[in-house]
């Protein structure tokens, strides 16, 4: 597999790109919940399945299945199964440690996460390293190839600092959605055990002293207020109403591309053809390790209410022409493609790092982080 990804990114290449099918079907055979949004509840859209349009419901869209993947390489990586770079924050909250890491930031290397931390005492754009990611153009993409190579994978843009920065558009993408979606319907109540009635003063006081009011009382119109009733703070039965229903759909489907001819636009600097054909051969398994670790399972969870299980899929190589050729790869035997490439472009010159850099919050992003951290634990 090593020569057959050396080949795929060759100056002279025949292959466009790997492509990934997965068909799922939902667990128990249920209807699936998709994830939902304001004007929807859920996102339907027609796509070209197997040659005809076809009614789709979206289950996980790009940015979500590329976060997906960056959590299955920080496990695997925690594992100690797979060697990469990274940076990793650590902030103290009363609540104990919170760890963030370059896996996780949202904007990958351009992150005001790292922006707003210190690397041994020295803010983190004048430190070494920082410097170091500074450097990176359009033309020479070597230093987050050496320190964050997802920032190439799944694409980042430096629109937190001032000046111009280069865009890296992602070269892998993902996502899953549902056929012939038909919306389901749902009615949930939560049950009091002891069917308490009433109201009560002032929601906002629901973990302190909050007083009661009695149904029947000269307060009797406040308690019918919605904000005001017993189930704003827990208590008493709770209808939600009509909350979405969920969907029913004939299978799920996963279309995963790696872009052989966005991998080609990547640049590194004046190092020969062979060490830049390397260093992309790495990326591309790399793309491939990441894609393995997080879906190469038997079932993939997107959310509650979305359990799939896999039946079939297919990875293949897509050539010029239109040929198809159908290759099998497991996430060690990725994984291990991957670590081979690195060395191999790590002995031409170009050192993929594998340590991990320790940042530490500015008080202002340290004070931000536990307020975060204690508000979402109710304590402040």
């Not at 996980?60 to 920080?74: G, K, T, W, Y």
């Not at 591309?257 to 053809?273: A, M, T």
Request: net charge negative.
């Amino acid at each position: 597999m090593v020569e057959r990804l050396l080949a795929a990114v060759a100056e002279d290449r025949t292959d466009a790109g790997v492509a990934v099918h997965g068909v799922y079907r939902p667990a128990a055979d249920d209807k699936v919940m998709p994830p939902t949004f304001p004007e929807g509840p859920y996102l339907l859209e027609s796509r070209r399945v197997d040659g005809e349009a076809r009614a789709t419901v979206v289950l996980d869209q790009v940015p979500s299945q590329a976060n997906r993947i960056e959590e299955a390489l920080l496990v695997a990586r925690d594992k100690g199964r797979i060697e990469l770079p990274l940076f990793e924050l650590r902030a103290e909250t009363e609540r104990g440690p919170v760890r963030l890491t370059s896996l996780e930031f949202p904007h990958r290397y351009a992150d005001a996460y790292l922006r707003d931390s210190l690397v041994s005492g020295v803010r983190f754009d004048h430190s070494d390293v920082g410097q170091r990611l500074r450097e990176v153009s359009a033309e020479d993409v070597r230093p987050l190839f050496e320190r964050d190579p997802g920032s190439l994978i799944f694409g980042a843009w430096d629109s937190h600092r001032k000046g111009r920065w280069a865009k890296f558009a992602r070269f892998y993408a993902s996502s899953m959605f549902g056929l012939d979606p038909q919306e389901g319907e749902r009615r949930s109540m939560r049950k009091d055990p002891l069917n308490l009635s009433g109201g009560i003063d002032d929601k906002t006081r629901a973990e302190s002293d909050w007083k009661f009011i009695a149904v029947g009382d000269k307060a009797k119109d406040k308690a019918r207020d919605k904000d005001k009733k017993l189930s704003v703070i827990g208590h008493g039965h709770a209808l939600d109403g009509a909350p979405p229903g969920g969907m029913v759909i004939s299978e799920a489907r996963r279309d995963a591309w790696i872009s052989l001819g966005g991998l080609e636009r990547l640049r590194f600097g004046d190092v020969s053809d062979e060490v830049a054909q390397l260093a992309r051969a790495t990326l591309l398994a790399l793309a491939l390790a990441g894609d393995r670790l997080a879906f190469d399972r038997p079932s993939v969870w997107l959310r509650s209410g979305c359990d799939l299980v896999r039946v079939r899929e297919t990875l293949a190589f897509e050539r010029d022409g239109g040929e198809v050729e159908e290759f099998s790869l497991s996430a060690a035997d990725a994984v291990g493609v991957f670590h081979e490439l690195r060395d191999r472009t790590a002995e031409a010159g170009l050192v993929m790092a594998s340590d991990t850099i320790e940042v530490t919050p500015i008080p202002s992003l340290a004070e931000a982080i536990r307020h975060a951290v204690m508000a979402a634990a109710g304590e402040e």
